[in-house]
C-alpha cells in the first residue's frame, strides 16, 4: 500500500494551519459613557461600557480616578447588552478624569483598558 506524498503534505497543512486559529478572540470594548475623549460640562451619575461579548460581570471591574479621588463607582451590573454599568457617588470636581476597566470575557482571560474624559462646570 502507498500514501502519496501529496496527501501527506496536504495532511500537514491542515495541521499548521488548525494550530494558528486563534482559540476564542478575546473581549474588546466597544464604546463608553462617558465616551472616550469627552468633555463634560458637568459630574457623571452613571458610568457604562459596552464590549464586543459579554464580560463575567462578578470578575469584572470599573473604577474611577481624578481630581479628589472621591467619586466611586457602585453596584456593577450588566443590562444584558454586552455592558457593564454602575453609578456614580461622591463628588466629582472638575478636571481630567479616567475611568479604567477591567474585564473578563467568555474565554476567562482578561483585558483592561481606560477611557479619559474631562468634567469643566464653566464650558
Ligand atoms: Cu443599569
Known sequence: MMVRLSHIVLLGALLVGLALLPASA??????STPEDGA???GPV?????WFDKAPVVAESTLELSGPGNRAKIEGLHTMGENDLM?????PMPNG???MSWTAVGPDGKTQTGSVTFTV????
Not at 478575546?26 to 464604546?31: C, N, T, V, Y
Not at 451619575?45 to 461600557?49: A, D, N, P
Open 96 to 98: 481630567d478624569w479616567e
Open 45 to 49: 451619575r452613571t458610568v457604562r461600557v
Open 86 to 90: 454602575g453609578r456614580v457617588t461622591g
Open 39 to 41: 468633555e463634560l460640562d
Open 26 to 31: 478575546q473581549i474588546k470594548i466597544s464604546g
Open 120 to 123: 469643566d462646570r464653566n464650558r
